[in-house]
Structure formats: structure tokens, C-alpha cells
Nanobody, 116 residues
Framework: QVQLVEAGGGLVQAGGSLRLSCAPSGSIISINATGWYRQAPGKQRELVATITRGGSTNYADSVKGRFTISRDNAKNTVYLQMNSLKPEDTAVYYC??????????WGQGTQVTGSS
């Protein structure tokens, strides 16, 4: 079964940057959209950013202007560049892929901690 492999999480001081990456362990056909969600302790999972098949992007208001989602189609990899990190960005970040047939794949999550 294809899994999404995430990398790039860690501990960073407030104001710092991290880049997350996500790639499937095998082939996924007909990818429609990819995205990142996050879940902080005691909170519900929330959308961070998405990028569609056509390249359109969408961001949560809380990360606009600081985070950038991008995709390398040749490598089938999606990235989340996170700048000006804040302590409130601390969460487990999950990558997700949705196919044209509306099948969803999720990564195992990677911890991002912004220290004050």
C-alpha cells in the first residue's frame, strides 16, 4: 500500500524557518490536490495549505504571507516552506493527497515546534 513519507520537521526558534516535504512511497495516479494539515495538542486538525492539480493554492488565514506550498511534479513531491514561525505554529503536520476518484492518502505526521 502506498504511503506518504514526510520529512523536515523539528524544533526552531520563533522567527525561524523550516521546510517540510512529502512524497509517496509508490505510484499514485490521477492526483487532484495535495495539502498540509496540522493538529496541535487538544485541538482539531486544521487545514494549513493546499495546491490543486492546476497549481492553484489556498492558505489558512493564520499562515498567509508566511507559509508557501509548492509541488515538484517530476519528483511527485510537495513542499511546505514555513517562514517567520511562531510558537502557535507548534503542531503535528500531516501531508495529504486526494486523487480524481476522491481517494485520500495521509502521511504519518511530522512534529514542528516553534519555541518562544
Amino acid at each position: 500500500q502506498v504511503q506518504l513519507v514526510e520529512a523536515g520537521g523539528g524544533l526552531v526558534q520563533a522567527g525561524g524557518s523550516l521546510r517540510l516535504s512529502c512524497a509517496p512511497s509508490g505510484s499514485i495516479i490521477s492526483i487532484n490536490a495535495t495539502g498540509w494539515y496540522r493538529q496541535a495538542p487538544g485541538k482539531q486538525r486544521e487545514l494549513v495549505a493546499t495546491i490543486t492539480r492546476g497549481g492553484s493554492t489556498n492558505y489558512a488565514d493564520s499562515v498567509k504571507g508566511r507559509f508557501t506550498i509548492s509541488r515538484d511534479n517530476a519528483k511527485n513531491t510537495v513542499y511546505l516552506q514555513m517562514n517567520s514561525l511562531k510558537p502557535e505554529d507548534t503542531a503535528v503536520y500531516y501531508c495529504t493527497i486526494r486523487t480524481l476518484l476522491r481517494r485520500d492518502y495521509w502521511g504519518q505526521g511530522t512534529q514542528v515546534t516553534g519555541s518562544s
